[in-house]
């Protein structure tokens, strides 16, 4: 199992960046393929972006391609979402996921409790 805790959340203007941390706990992290995950205010939970286990391939939705980056430290087992030209519909509470088994966009098996995001027009 991995326990996951995600930081970095806060309240930004539209055009700002931010970057978003998860931190797992155990020691096999880099096992685990790691993805972020949104949900606006009154909407379901939607895919952002995941990573594989050696960091070798990452995919993104269409809706942040070109202002967000996720990327891993199998090190210091945490995973990063940096977020840049961030919009005020990118305000949702953001969740980091881990799986071994499932694909890129669905089937992760754990979660942390999320981080909330706000951008300001």
């Known amino acids: 199992q991995v326990q996951l805790v995600e930081s970095g959340g806060g309240l930004v203007q539209a055009g700002g960046s931010l970057r978003l941390s998860c931190a797992a706990s155990?020691?096999?992290?880099?096992?685990?393929?790691m993805g972020w995950f949104r949900q606006p205010p009154g909407k379901e939970r939607e895919f952002v972006a995941a990573?594989?286990?050696?960091?070798?391939?990452?995919y993104n939705a269409d809706s942040v391609k070109g202002r967000f980056t996720i990327s891993r430290d199998n090190a210091k087992n945490t995973v990063y979402l940096q977020m840049n030209n961030l919009k005020p519909e990118d305000t949702a509470v953001y969740y980091c996921?881990?799986?071994?088994?499932?694909?890129?966009?669905?089937?992760?098996?754990?979660w942390g409790q999320g981080t909330q995001v706000t951008v300001s027009s």
């Open positions: 996921g881990a799986d071994k088994i499932g694909t890129m966009t669905s089937g992760y098996d754990y």
């Open positions: 155990g020691r096999t992290f880099s096992t685990y393929r």
């Open positions: 990573i594989t286990w050696n960091g070798r391939i990452t």
